[in-house]
């Protein structure tokens, strides 16, 4: 049968394994009916995908594609465009399927203007072709998931093999300025690139922390002197020997102020002008990921004032900063997937809790989602912890590796509860919480989603595919 | 009675928690009332000779392994070479593992000659070839037949000469090259090993015995008092698990 005539069945068989998959509660189906759609019609990414009037964008890198494509949907919607958008973080080529599938009527026309997906960034040369692309959004490189990457230099080169065979004038690239090995990537594209980052020295952190990773030039091996340290490797930076060195960003965060949990505003600045913006997603972090998505926005056409005002009502994503309500105390969800992620985390819990205040509930998990090999927790700068929490829980799959983490950062014995049960470890917190003072939960991606589903069960959330 | 280490390439090759092997010898060492003093010694730097006790080396990736290779070879090789004489211990994970031995041969066949301080050989079959990745066991006959327990993560298959005995038996995992089930290799007081996880702080009996080690090669024999290992057994015990568990 030709392809084509597959593309009906394909699109009817994946939108009925999305309900029976609800109606069976065996999950939210982010993944299977596009794995039963792609069985049918192997072409079916490329053929859904050129139905999109105004075609596709994809954002990818370590940190920050879920928060940041679901800013730029939301801001593309304030714009009156219909966005086609792989939610829940479904960032494999299956997830990608389910939400064209799902965006496609019965009878195989588009239900949306233009595709806004995140991709992992190993699997961005598989989707690349199907999907062409007409921007594409590098957030960052961290180390994470050793053991399903390799190496982030290897990620670095799939994208650059990606980039090099695209030609000029078909897609933009918008990159992160601040982190050198994604701007290593991004400058050398030979069309129009898009470079986004922080302008303002006060949000430096000092010194580069020890979960840095690309402390060293591309080229000559030679380490960057950095001016200043966002977070990680994130920064100004040089090489002193070949002279390579931030790019001039084009969309900018100037004046910035952060208020700890309760955000951040900023000089929002573009060729388009200044706006002045605020969001309610802390951490230097998240900056990165409201300029990532502004630039994409203003890219595709859209007024700055709507971009403004798009980041101001935004709702952060399940797990990234959202707030949960249980017996009169309230819990800050805050996911943690590597050193450098987990290092800013830390950082806006203790600047958010007075000295020996806190009460913090860590949930470490191995499953091939959270990554199998945890030794990265020994890169994460714990130390901060020590004698500036009053409580800390541990639990997960690995409650004892990070109970053992604990121990060598210095933190007493006696806060520390270890409970691998996740429910239990989730009551112990909430107790240890004197009323009215929040809890601030960081789990790994895999125990985000085990405590989700307790919470569900207890009715304190909504299922996330609901959202 | 104090103990000088020195960490090879701290920012360079330490892919893998490796400063994890670091805070677990200091802070051994420092629970035993034992002062501690860490010298990092990064590229274009020579260490002393005879100036340390202990010396670790990391993990990297290629880009990095190729920078320390020629910077051993230059800068690093006497104190290592007279560090062996004496008696120091010499612990190198995964990557730094690779450049204690002979030569490590890249996926793409580029070769890079190692210190030879370990009679291994190091090759990689190919960039199709399977990485060799996961949780792993080992039985150590010379600790008393205890089990390490860690995670590997390498392309390069390593293969031990005559001269060089193996850290252990894998019971689970891959180990030097998936084949002969062997792990890591030990020759003198140098000790060679991919398993990182880190290595050390969930392995207290192998931190114990190159503490032992390290002292005696210049404080003479000694014996460490016993500590409370609850936290590092039941983390050790988990990992057991976690290595056997199909999830």
Sequence with gaps: ?467 | MDLRICHLYPDLLNLYGDRGNLMALAHRAQWRGIDVHVEESRLGVSPAPGAHDLYFMGGGEDRQQVLAAADLRERKREALTDAVARGAVVLAVCGGYQLLGHYYRSAEGEELIGLGLLDVTTEHPGPQSKRLVGNIVVRSPWLGGRTLVGFENHGGRTRLGPNARPLGTVVTGFGNNGEDRTEGAVSRNVYGTYLHGPLLPKNPALTDHLLTLALRSRHGPIALASLDDRLELAAHSAALVRATSRT
């Design chain 1, 1 to 467: 049968m030709p392809s084509t005539l597959r593309l009906a069945p394909a699109v009817i068989l994946g939108k009925a394994t999305a309900v029976a998959s609800r109606a069976l509660r065996l999950g939210g189906g982010t993944t299977m009916p596009g794995r039963v759609a792609r069985a049918v019609a192997p072409d079916i990414t490329r053929q859904l995908a050129a139905r999109l009037p105004q075609g596709c964008v994809v954002v990818t890198g370590t940190n920050g594609k879920t928060t940041t494509s679901r800013l730029i949907h939301h801001i593309l919607q304030l714009a009156g465009l219909r966005p086609v958008h792989n939610r829940a973080g479904a960032n494999l080529a299956a997830g990608i399927v389910t939400a064209l599938v799902q965006h496609t009527d019965w009878r195989g026309r588009a239900r949306g203007d233009i595709g806004i997906f995140e991709v992992d960034e190993a699997t961005l040369p598989a989707v690349w072709d199907p999907l062409q692309p007409r921007a594409v959004v590098l957030t960052n490189l961290f180390r994470d998931q050793l053991d399903r990457y390799g190496e982030i230099d290897i990620v670095a080169g799939r994208w650059r093999a990606v980039l090099d065979g695209r030609p000029p004038g078909e897609t933009v690239v918008i990159f992160n300025a601040d982190d050198p090995l994604v701007s290593d990537v991004g400058a050398k594209f030979a069309g129009t690139t898009v470079p986004f980052g922080i302008a303002d020295a006060s949000c430096g952190a000092g010194t580069l922390e020890h979960a840095a990773d690309a402390r060293y030039c591309y080229r000559c091996g030679v380490a960057y002197e950095y001016t200043v340290v966002y977070f990680g490797h994130m920064g100004d930076y040089r090489c002193p020997q070949c002279g390579t060195h931030r790019p001039q960003p084009l969309i900018a965060a100037e004046h910035v102020e952060l208020a700890g949990l309760q955000g951040s505003g900023f000089a929002l600045r573009t060729p388009a002008g200044t706006a002045q913006v605020r969001t309610v997603l802390p951490g230097v972090y998240n900056i990165h990921n409201v300029l990532a998505a502004a630039a994409c926005c203003l890219q595709l056409g859209v007024p700055l004032q709507t971009v403004a005002r798009g980041v101001e009502t935004f709702a952060p994503a399940f797990g990234r900063a959202e707030r949960v309500r249980a017996d009169g105390r309230e819990a800050v969800l805050l996911l943690t997937k590597n050193p450098a992620g987990f290092n800013e985390v830390l950082r806006t819990v203790m600047r958010a809790t007075g000295p020996a205040a806190g009460v913090v509930l860590i949930a470490i998990n191995d499953l091939t989602a959270d990554g199998r090999d945890i030794s990265w927790l020994w890169d994460v700068d714990f130390e901060m912890l020590a004698g500036h929490v009053r409580s800390l829980v541990v639990s997960g799959i690995r409650a004892d590796d990070m109970a053992l983490r604990l121990k060598h950062a210095g933190v007493s014995s006696t806060v520390m509860t270890i409970d691998g049960n996740l429910s239990r470890a989730w009551d112990a917190a909430l107790q240890a919480a004197r009323n009215g003072e929040p809890v601030y939960v960081l789990p790994t991606y895999t125990a985000m989603l085990q405590l989700r589903k307790i919470l569900q069960q207890r009715g304190l959330v909504k299922g996330f595919w609901e959202e």
